[in-house]
């Protein structure tokens, strides 16, 4: 038997978040799952494993490291306020592209680039997410 698929997770977390009215002017398009090579803030993604979900239903946690301007005197916060303000913003995703729950599992905490001392703070969004019919 054949199941639909849910939205890839991945695009709908980085369409949200580039697009949410509170996160867009903090971060501008600057969402990605890799490094990107910018001195601005900028938000980084990385997908955590999770156990098997039942079809129909598929639930994702995420890693958010949300970075701080390069050498700017209020880099520290400026990451943490971004950090707060996805864990803030994250409810709502419920009700976009198949989203029935979403929500931070994981507080935002300080944790600077080990290289290049650059401020970071991280947390963790999870969602639930199904096929639109």
């Not at 697009?19 to 600057?30: E, F, K, M, Q, Y």
């Not at 900028?42 to 890693?63: K, N, S, V």
């Not at 650059?118 to 019919?133: D, E, G, K, N």
Request: proline share 8%; aromatic share 8%.
């Amino acid at each position: 038997m054949l199941y639909p698929l849910a939205a890839d997770p991945t695009t709908v977390l980085i369409a949200f978040l580039t697009g949410h009215a509170s996160i867009s002017p903090l971060v501008s398009t600057r969402v990605s799952t890799f490094k990107l090579d910018t001195a601005l803030t900028r938000i980084q993604l990385t997908m955590i494993p999770g156990t098997d979900t039942q079809p129909g239903f598929e639930t994702y946690e995420y890693q958010v490291d949300c970075w701080g301007p390069k050498d700017a005197a209020d880099d520290v916060d400026q990451a943490q306020n971004l950090a707060r303000t996805v864990c803030a913003a994250i409810y709502d995703l419920r009700g976009t592209s198949g989203v029935t729950q979403a929500s931070p599992s994981l507080r935002p905490f300080a944790l600077p680039d080990p290289d290049t001392g650059r401020a970071r703070y991280l947390c963790q969004v999870s969602f639930t997410i199904s096929p639109v019919s």
